[in-house]
């Protein structure tokens, strides 16, 4: 009896058996977990449910690491050799469970194992990335950001897979020129991953990755908009003039109509229009879709 296609659970399980492929992550993690611990920006607080979250977690990377394959097999004929991935918050460590990280990679190895160990699960030639750049502003974490990934090239190396020409950055902010004009002169394709913990990123950041089109680069965006993290931010933003932190994010402040009081990110029961909409993801994924090819844009 001929095999049907794999459904949703089938195809995330596959996703997962990459991220956790051979144990490297938690090889990898074990080697460096006093410095994870003492890092960790998503451990949970109290009244979290830590067992859902971390869930939570894996299936985010999942997500990204099937999309990530999606994207590259599409692009690939069109530009083979120069495509490139951004990770615009690269350096978040491992989640955990009961002071263990968790066997899972995160985003900043998606672009090495998925083109690679990812394609030869699925029994096709790899397909690197040429030059992958991973942002993070805290020090420390882009330190220990730098040692996990040479583990996992290395780890590569020695089954003979290509890794990409890496290159470390810190405030995306502050170097999106730089990045931007590297990205222009080596890309034909490039794969921005934003999963911000707040408002960190920038709109005008956002915008000049986007504007990257008018140079003859395909743009894709995968941007996770974290509701939960801007509901607990938003009631300060909404007191202070201007919210200078929610005015950069939004690229205005067309985000006041949530302050007031029964409106929240995230609010299903709005509108979904941007003249209409009282939930500012809306209008800042229309945003983002208007200026990409195409895109994938979640809500958490």
């Excluded at 979290?48 to 999309?67: C, H, V």
């Excluded at 420390?140 to 089954?159: D, F, I, S, T, Y």
């Excluded at 934003?194 to 990257?212: F, H, M, N, R």
Aim: aromatic share 8%.
């Amino acid at each position: 009896m001929r095999r049907g296609r794999k459904d949703v659970a089938e195809k995330l399980l596959d996703q997962l058996d990459i991220l956790t492929y051979n144990n490297w992550p938690l090889e990898i993690y074990e080697n460096h977990r006093d410095i994870i611990e003492q890092l960790d920006p998503h451990k949970p607080r109290e009244q979290t449910d830590e067992e859902k979250y971390t869930a939570y977690q894996a299936f985010k990377e999942a997500l990204i690491s099937y999309y990530t394959g999606i994207a590259i097999n599409v692009i690939h004929k069109k530009a083979e050799g120069e495509t490139c991935h951004l990770d615009a918050t690269a350096g978040k460590p491992p989640p955990h469970i009961k002071n263990k990280p968790h066997p899972t990679f995160g985003s900043a190895i998606i672009p090495l194992i998925t083109p690679t160990i990812g394609e030869q699960k699925f029994r096709r030639k790899p397909k690197p990335f040429k030059y992958v750049i991973l942002a993070e502003k805290a020090r420390a974490r882009r330190e220990l950001l730098h040692k996990v990934v040479q583990e996992v090239e290395q780890k590569l190396k020695e089954l003979r897979l290509p890794t990409p020409k890496i290159y470390y950055y810190d405030d995306l902010n502050i170097k999106r020129g730089a990045i931007t004009r590297l990205l222009a002169g080596q890309c034909r394709y490039v794969l921005a991953v934003v999963d911000p913990t707040g408002a960190e990123i920038k709109w005008d950041t956002i915008k000049a990755i986007l504007e990257l089109r008018q140079q003859d680069v395909i743009v894709d965006v995968m941007f996770n908009f974290m509701c939960a993290a801007l509901r607990r931010q938003k009631k300060k933003a909404c007191k202070e003039t201007p919210s200078h932190t929610f005015d950069e994010f939004f690229g205005g402040n067309h985000w006041r109509q949530c302050c007031q009081k029964r409106q929240t990110f995230g609010d299903a029961s709005t509108t979904p229009t941007y003249k209409t909409s009282k939930t500012p993801d809306t209008p800042y994924t229309q945003r983002l879709s208007g200026k990409t090819n195409y895109g994938t844009t979640t809500s958490t």
